[in-house]
């Protein structure tokens, strides 16, 4: 594509907008903040870019606290807009109607500075035991996303941890040995989870593009994993100019841009 071409598109995009879904206590405001280098809260427009005086509260990305439409920008990165799904997972059918309405409006809308360019779909790995429900089923086999990605984060993949002890504890392993083995167990357990979510969703209507883990984003230093968010959800974009958009907006790590420019 002709640098001017791309230049121009990337101009008429303006910002880096994601969908984020999941399930109260899934990981998602960490994760977000942690994109965005901050613990602060983020500000609230309505969809014409009016800032919202309702103050948002700590758990604002678990509870469904606002319209889909509105959109979330934190003060330290303001090039990342952000929308919740508002509460559908919970089994809402107005709730579910909204979300599939705004995926498809916002998924082929001509107007590139209001498109929703990735969407991240949150399945935490403390929910092991039933990792997908009814709510995902039906979002990945009635929700056409179109050439919108839609990234599964496996959060909370850490919490595997206290799974592979007790697994090796009960195996008769003491605790010092069962510490000494409890990460290659949790890599297991975690693929085999991973395996499993891939062959649920595969059979769906409208599978998700890619499947990344994700360990300790509660900690401050998690800037790898923000890292491979990043690539990641750059892999998954189907243009140049929606790659050196997302690039350019991150913020956590700069040796990212250089990755990028490598790779081109």
Known sequence: MDP???RKQ???IGRFRILVIGRANAGKTTILQRVCNTTDLPEVFDGEGNKLDTECPNNWCQRGCHDIRNEFVFRSNKGFVFHDSCGFEAGSEGEFNKMKEFVVECSSTPKLDKRIHAIWFCIPMDAYERPITAAEERFFNECDTGSVPVIVLLTKADCLNLLALEKLRD????MKGAKARAGDVEKTLL???QDYIGE???QCNFPPKSYLPLAK?????SADQCTKLIMCTSDALDTIALQRLLISTQQTNMSINIKYALKQ
């Open 10 to 12: 990337f101009e008429r």
């Open 171 to 174: 195996e008769g392993h003491n």
């Open 200 to 202: 649920q969703l595969y």
């Open 4 to 6: 001017e071409r791309i």
């Open 217 to 221: 984003m509660n900690e401050v230093e």
């Open 191 to 193: 693929m085999d989870i």
